[in-house]
């Protein structure tokens, strides 16, 4: 009997049996029954002898999942444009507010982030006493926000008392008057991951804890990427913003569109909004040590 000692290589003839999930040959070696053998493909030489030492370039189950990931990528692309298209028919053309109320969009350069991880910079951050603000009857809903949330100073103030994925408050005006334009500065004192817009004011109640700027009823403008979102449509519309910013949201009940500001640079109208529908302010944040205050609302 031939002498072997560790790590010595041996040379074996097999019968192929398959592919492994990993990618791993599989073979059996006759005269030994009901053992499979998976091998790297880069040690199996399918010369059929004679000393070749070219080895075979064997299809593997990597090679399918790599057609597999292109096929997906081909079908997430095609989504996207599809998407893109739908997005065109809820936003309408982004010349439209030439002259108007809004500037034009202007060309948005992408900001390092701050410090603490926000859009932030936009000038003094205080919290305000109520007896300073003038808000008329807006507030922020007491009954129709996550019980996560606190509302304070007069109900213009909201902060998260715990680390949840998803927190949602509302204002108390609905907004439907035809011919309006309704519009609320929210200050952003601490935390980042913040949506800002209008909702239906009829869903409220339901969206305490849902994400409803990714519903049709809502439209929003997100801090943490400066997209904006309605339903399934988004897009890139404005600067990130954060701790430090304030945020117009301009609701245009004589051209039904919303809008968005940040530190007073309009950035345009970002979507049509339904005609048959009454709104009110939508403030969206996920985790803790989120601190925002409503320090105007306007309405003419």
């Known amino acids: 009997m031939a002498n072997f000692y560790k790590n010595q290589e041996l040379q ?14 599989q073979v059996k070696i006759k005269g030994i029954d009901n053992v499979i053998l998976n091998i790297d493909e880069q040690y199996v030489n399918a010369g059929g002898g004679g000393g070749s030492t070219s080895y075979a370039s ?14 997906k990528k081909e079908k997430k692309k095609k989504e996207k444009t599809e998407m893109d298209k739908a997005a065109d028919a809820a936003w309408g053309d982004s010349d439209d507010d030439a002259g108007g109320d809004d500037a034009k969009q202007p060309t948005i350069q992408e900001e390092a982030p701050a410090e603490d991880g926000g859009g932030g910079g936009g000038g003094e951050v205080r919290i305000y006493d109520a007896s300073e603000l003038s808000l008329g009857d807006e507030k922020f809903h007491p009954k129709h926000k996550y019980k996560t949330i606190e509302v304070d100073q007069g109900g213009s103030l909201i902060r998260t008392t715990e680390n949840k994925s998803v927190m949602c408050a509302f204002g108390s005006i609905e907004c439907a008057e035809e011919g309006k334009t309704y519009q609320w500065k929210v200050q952003i004192i601490e935390g980042n991951d913040v949506n800002l817009g209008v909702i239906f004011s009829d869903t409220c109640k339901k969206n305490k804890k849902q994400m409803w700027w990714l519903a ?28 430090g910013d304030v945020i117009d949201v301009i609701l245009n009940l004589e051209k039904y569109k919303v809008s968005f500001a940040k530190n007073g640079e309009k950035y345009g109208k970002a979507f049509k909004v339904n005609k048959e529908k009454g709104y009110r302010l939508g403030v969206g944040v996920s985790g803790g040590g989120h601190v925002l205050q409503l320090i105007s609302f306007t309405s003419s």
């Open 12 to 25: 074996i003839t097999a019968k192929f049996v398959g592919v492994a999930d990993d990618g791993k040959i």
């Open 58 to 71: 064997t299809p593997s189950h990597s090679k399918k999942r790599s057609s597999v990931k292109v096929a």
């Open 216 to 243: 049709d009823e809502g439209y929003s403008y997100w801090g943490d990427d400066g997209q904006i979102y309605h339903s399934d449509k988004y897009k890139k519309y404005g600067a990130k913003y954060g701790a």
